[in-house]
């Protein structure tokens, strides 16, 4: 169900609350680790749904640094790709996790962008099992997502895809500041 949409910078922005592995978009936004060979979490089921041929494709990747994002083909999943980001483990605020965070929301952006994609879905990147504050995380992802809209004209539509009402309510109160209602 989606709970708020706005129009920025030319694509349309939205906070739904829902399952990422049952979105037919261009691109889910994967909260990986550095292995990017599964784990628990929302990582589990991306893996779960997508299939074994989703690990076999991530093994040839080579892991991925902390801040960064890989993409795959989505294999059972609705989506046709996966991006997989990895998001910064929470140390108390001092060790760069704001950065690494906003660095996983700008890359997925620019694989949307290198791939000419045109809808993608993200996950709350390290606000589960890696323990990033979930009001931060928000304000991060859509900030960033919004600055960095300008340098991927090719993504008209973006969705933030909460787990639970308190995490889609912590997005929409940073959504509802900009743009225009859809
Ligand atoms: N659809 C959408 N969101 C989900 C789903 C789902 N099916 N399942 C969980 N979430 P987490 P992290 C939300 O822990 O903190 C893994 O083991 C969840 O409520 O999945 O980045 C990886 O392999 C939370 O808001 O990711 C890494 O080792 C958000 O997804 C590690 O966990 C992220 O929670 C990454 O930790």
Redesign the pocket.
Same mark, same amino acid.
Do not use: W
């Given at each position: 169900m989606t709970q708020l949409t706005r129009r920025v910078s030319g694509a349309e922005l939205e906070v739904i609350v829902?399952?990422? *592995? *049952?979105l037919g978009v261009d691109a889910i936004v994967?909260?990986?680790?550095s292995?990017l060979?599964?784990?628990?979490?929302?990582?589990?089921?991306?893996h779960d @749904?997508a299939g074994p041929e989703l690990l076999a494709e991530c093994r040839t990747l080579g892991g991925c640094p902390t801040g960064d994002a890989k993409i795959t083909k989505g294999y059972l999943l609705p989506a046709r790709h996966v991006i997989h980001?990895?998001?910064p483990?929470w140390h108390g605020g001092s060790h760069g996790e704001a950065k690494a965070l906003r660095s996983c929301y700008r890359r997925a952006l620019e694989l949307c962008q290198a791939n000419g994609l045109n809808s993608l879905a993200f996950? @709350?990147?390290?606000?589960?099992?890696?323990?990033?504050p979930?009001g931060q995380?928000a304000k991060i992802a859509v900030h960033t997502t919004i600055d960095t809209l300008p340098a991927a004209p090719s993504v008209s539509r973006v969705i933030f895809?909460?787990?639970?009402e308190r995490?889609a309510a912590l997005h929409m109160d940073v959504l509802a500041r900009y743009g225009s209602p859809c």
């Open positions: 829902a399952d990422i *592995t *049952t994967n909260a990986a680790n292995s060979l599964g784990g628990g979490g929302v990582d589990g089921a991306i @749904a980001a990895v998001g483990v996950s @709350a990147i390290s606000t589960g099992v890696y323990r990033f979930a995380a895809c909460c787990f639970s995490s």
